[in-house]
């Protein structure tokens, strides 16, 4: 019995311009993506209706563990020095420093 071709089984259709071809059309390169900065808008807008820094620090404190994950997100991801070679970053948590003064 021979078993029936499937779509996987064709060959794939190849899309897109042909190599060395200029590229036509689309947003040109550096332009913003309008959805992007719609998001990010809207975030602040949201960030300074709940107490911007304040509004943070306060729920930073009774989330601690999400705060970090969220800080964590935004730390580059290689760091270079000034060779241009990457260098390797260790962050520690330090909790209870500042728990005996209350500030």
């Not at 036509?24 to 913003?32: E, F």
């Not at 808008?41 to 709940?50: C, K, P, R």
């Not at 107490?51 to 930073?60: C, D, E, Q, T």
């Amino acid at each position: 019995m021979v078993a029936a071709k499937t779509k996987s089984d064709a060959p794939a259709k190849k899309s897109g311009r042909r190599p060395g071809t200029k590229k036509t059309g689309g947003r040109k390169k550096g332009t913003p993506n309008k959805i992007s900065a719609t998001v990010k808008d809207n975030v602040i807008q949201v960030f300074e209706q709940l107490g911007s820094v304040k509004g943070m620090v306060n729920w930073a404190k009774k989330n601690q563990t999400e705060f970090y994950r969220i800080y964590a997100k935004m730390l580059p991801v290689e760091v270079a020095n000034a060779e241009g070679k990457a260098l390797k970053l260790t962050f520690e948590r330090v909790v209870g420093e500042r728990g005996a003064t209350g500030k």
